[in-house]
């Protein structure tokens, strides 16, 4: 863990991350399936998480091979998440991380491929909590030209955060995000979901199993006051 870096900017994923809406997609996804004879499987959900939308539908229509566009698939799985999205809860640890480091004064982003409007579903229950991040990077947004496992989504966070990336530290889920967060030149900690396959993520990958586990020490960001 490249733990010498002087870290002083941080950028989270949404989904799975600060967000637990993964368990909603993966209900829907296998939902999706089963309705065409088809198993929604973990290795499957791992590879499509933190991808956009349609590249993640065509995934899924290329590897079940559904009689579906992926299109068609994208809309029907909307149908069902875009009435779940405003149950989103927040992830073990999140809420107290964020907080914690807004207090210091530390510069904090999303940087999510999900777009505007399921954004603003899934974060509708959470509006002053998404008010402490100093920007939010949206996977509609024009300036990001391709999606996670490229780079470019946070290299736009880091020019809007006015930051060079080696400075900045990613929480990812999704091996789709490390990658892209390592093609940015950033240093990435990951928080994956308990079902995850792990052989999909880079080699070296740090690993968390909450974000409650977090020492901000470690990464030269102020500790956690003892209670």
């Not at 964020?98 to 229950?125: D, E, I, M, N």
């Not at 030149?185 to 928080?191: A, D, E, I, K, Q």
């Amino acid at each position: 863990m490249e733990t010498s870096k002087q870290i002083s900017h941080v950028i989270y994923d949404l989904d799975g991350l600060l967000l637990d809406t993964e368990s909603l997609h993966a209900q829907v996804n296998a939902t999706l399936a089963r309705a065409h004879g088809k198993t929604f499987t973990k290795a499957l959900k791992s590879q499509m998480t933190g991808r956009p939308s349609i590249e993640s539908a065509q995934l899924a229509v290329e590897t079940l091979s559904l009689p579906l566009t992926a299109k068609e698939y994208m809309d029907r799985r909307n149908e069902y998440l875009f009435e779940l999205f405003p149950r989103a809860k927040p992830m073990p640890g999140a809420v107290r991380l964020t907080y914690h480091l807004y207090r210091h004064g530390v510069p904090q982003a999303v940087a999510t491929s999900t777009a505007r409007y399921p954004f603003s579903l899934k974060t509708s229950r959470h509006q002053e909590w998404f008010s402490i991040f100093d920007c939010v990077v949206l996977g509609d947004d024009p300036a990001v030209k391709q999606g996670k496992p490229e780079p470019d989504i946070f290299t736009v966070t880091a020019e809007r955060l006015q930051a060079p990336p080696e400075t900045c530290l990613v929480f990812e889920d999704s091996p789709a995000g490390v990658l892209a967060a390592r093609a940015a030149g950033m240093s990435v900690v990951v928080v994956p979901a308990a079902d995850a396959d792990r052989s999909l993520y880079p080699e070296g990958t740090v690993f968390l199993s909450s974000l409650a586990d977090i020492d901000p020490s470690v990464w030269s960001l102020p500790a956690f006051e003892a209670s």
